[in-house]
């Protein structure tokens, strides 16, 4: 009797989800979170299938799983992320992406706050998708300087700052 490998090991199933995901394959790395869903009901890996829907360009399959998540973990950084990154690039609803970063900052501050590196990505990855909005960019702006507080001999946390100031 053949086993699968994820009747074996969940984590061999990532690895190779990973795994197919540096060698591109997004498509091919989408289909195993759903075949552990099946396997595992219980299970739901969607904070995988949600960054393959994402690397496929797939929005709106990407902002529907990403609500799943939140509707199951209102605090899943993953899923709050793809929420404000859907509500800039695809909506342009700069107002609301604004309160959704607020939200996301929050959360950063209450399950991550120690972690420089999330707070600088997150200034980085959110202010250079807006357009210059301000509203995005005065939320940025205390990403960056958070990571700023919790590191301030970075230098790369301080160039980001300035690259704020100047956005």
């Given at each position: 009797?053949?086993?699968?490998?994820?009747?074996?090991?969940?984590?061999?199933?990532?690895?190779k989800v990973r795994f197919l995901e540096l060698q591109k394959d997004?498509?091919?790395?989408?289909g195993l979170p759903n075949q552990?869903?099946?396997?595992?009901?219980?299970?739901?890996?969607?904070?995988?299938k949600v960054k393959n829907?994402?690397?496929?360009?797939?929005?709106?399959?990407?902002?529907k799983t990403a609500s799943r998540i939140v509707a199951m973990d209102p605090h899943?950084?993953?899923?709050?992320?793809v929420k404000v990154l859907s509500l800039i690039c695809r909506a342009g609803?700069?107002?609301?992406?604004?309160?959704?970063?607020r939200y996301f900052y929050g959360n950063v501050e209450k399950f991550e706050p120690k972690n420089c590196k999330l707070?600088?990505?997150?200034?980085?990855?959110?202010?250079?998708v807006c357009g210059r909005n301000e509203a995005i960019l005065a939320e940025t702006y205390?990403?960056?300087?958070?990571?700023?507080?919790?590191?301030?001999?970075?230098?790369?946390?301080?160039?980001?700052?300035g690259f704020q100031c100047l956005l």
């Open positions: 009797m053949e086993h699968s490998p994820a009747k074996r090991n969940i984590d061999a199933v990532f690895g997004y498509e091919g790395a989408n552990l869903v099946v396997k595992f009901p219980t299970f739901t890996p969607l904070v995988e829907q994402l690397a496929l360009l797939d929005w709106d399959q990407a902002i899943c950084l993953e899923a709050l992320k609803n700069y107002e609301e992406a604004s309160l959704n970063l707070f600088v990505e997150s200034a980085q990855i959110f202010s250079r205390c990403f960056a300087e958070r990571a700023i507080q919790l590191d301030p001999s970075s230098a790369d946390y301080m160039t980001e700052l």
